[in-house]
């Protein structure tokens, strides 16, 4: 007589024992990543909660935030702001430009924004009007519109320069870029192609990026075995194409902000920004960053690349002190340190241009007839 083969009724147990043991490991293994925080988005950490990239939270054009006064509450400091009329992290701005006035314009993300500096008068762009306005107030005066918002790209950039700050004259369109832009921004959003007609982006998330949200054990699979890249949650190849094809948008950008700069006799400065990670795991530059800061030289006046200037001030270790650990961005410290090498960068451009419109006491005896 042969072996007692096992009946249908001991088979579906030994599929239900085997099939629930994996449930019961599964649901410990997601228990645990959860505990210990592996695999947290940037959200999670600072206590937003997930969201996804890939929604272009209401906005048309440029991403902006309503008006009003807001506080921001995270893990590692609180802030408070006020957001101007046009959705700007900044005072409302006098539309009349006057004869002796300088305007500058800071385009830009979360960084130019003053994301992590705690108080609105320590961004970037307050501190750069602060010492601007400390050598030059006394022969002219001096206004520096904060254009950053967080979550935006130069794409949007552009269009906040084309749709509202076009109308305030600026002197000085100051872009800021960085490997954000061409690695994650524009190969979710799209290049200058990405607008509906009423300037609104679609969205086009990857179809598990539900799973992706709720299950830690999944994101494992796809960023460990898949390789994805976090935010973006495409494979490398496709990764490595868009992200090509957003360096030559962004230098499609530049030129036409250099066209903008042209008609409003203005000068174009392009910052080359960074970010810890770059710095920590010593990525600057990379060749993206290198075709991104050719193209920068080509239509800029001046190129501030702000990698290097840090580095020659900080080592890597002082520099990794300027950046709040979970939130990213930069202390107070950090703003103001950036706020000086831009104030240094474009203190000559700055200098010129006041004297086209106001010259010099001695040169205006000169003149007299």
């Known amino acids: 007589m042969g072996e007692k083969q096992p009946d249908t009724k001991e088979r579906l147990l030994v599929f239900a024992t085997l099939l629930g043991a994996f449930l019961l490991v599964s649901i410990l293994a997601e228990f645990a990543l959860r505990a210990a925080g592996i695999f947290e988005t940037y959200g999670e950490a600072n206590g937003i909660g997930y969201y996804s990239a890939y929604e272009m939270w209401g906005t048309r054009w440029f991403q902006k935030r309503s008006p009003g006064h807001h506080e921001k509450v995270v ?23 006057e004869s002796d006035e300088i305007r500058v314009v800071t385009l830009g993300g979360s960084f130019v924004e003053g994301v992590g500096s705690t108080r609105q008068s320590w961004s970037y762009p307050s501190q750069l009007s602060n010492i601007l306005e400390s ?41 800021a870029v960085d490997e954000g832009d061409w690695n994650v921004d524009i190969p ?14 679609s ?66 400065v392009v910052e080359m920004m960074f970010r810890r990670s770059e710095i920590v795991q010593g990525k600057i530059p990379s060749d993206r960053a290198l075709s991104v800061k050719e193209c920068a030289m080509r239509h800029a006046s001046v190129v501030i690349d702000l990698g290097e200037e840090f580095l020659q001030r900080f080592s890597p270790e002082e520099l990794d002190q300027l950046y709040w650990p979970i939130d990213l961005h930069f202390k107070p410290a950090g703003y103001k340190v950036w706020a000086q090498i831009v104030a240094d960068a474009t203190e000559p451009l700055v200098a010129s241009r006041i004297e086209s419109l106001i010259p010099s006491p001695s040169k205006a005896d000169n003149l007299t007839p």
């Open 75 to 97: 893990p590692e400091y609180t802030e408070r702001f006020f957001v101007n009329e046009h959705g700007f992290r900044d005072r409302d701005w006098p539309l009349t430009k």
């Open 203 to 268: 969205p086009g998330g990857p179809w598990f990026e539900p799973l992706f949200e709720h299950s830690h054990l999944f994101r494992a699979f796809i960023l460990k075995m898949l390789r994805y890249k976090p935010g973006i949650l495409i494979s490398r190849s496709e990764r490595n194409r868009r992200s090509n094809e957003a360096v030559v948008e962004i230098c499609k950008v530049l030129e036409e902000q250099s066209r903008i700069a042209q008609k409003l006799d203005a000068l174009l």
């Open 135 to 175: 050598k030059f107030g006394h022969r002219a005066k001096i206004l520096v519109m904060n254009g950053g918002v967080i979550g935006s790209d130069p794409v949007n950039n552009l269009q906040a320069l084309k749709r509202i700050f076009y109308n305030y004259q600026p002197d000085l369109i100051v872009q």
């Open 188 to 201: 979710i959003r799209g290049g200058l192609d990405r607008f509906n007609e009423d300037g609104t982006v």
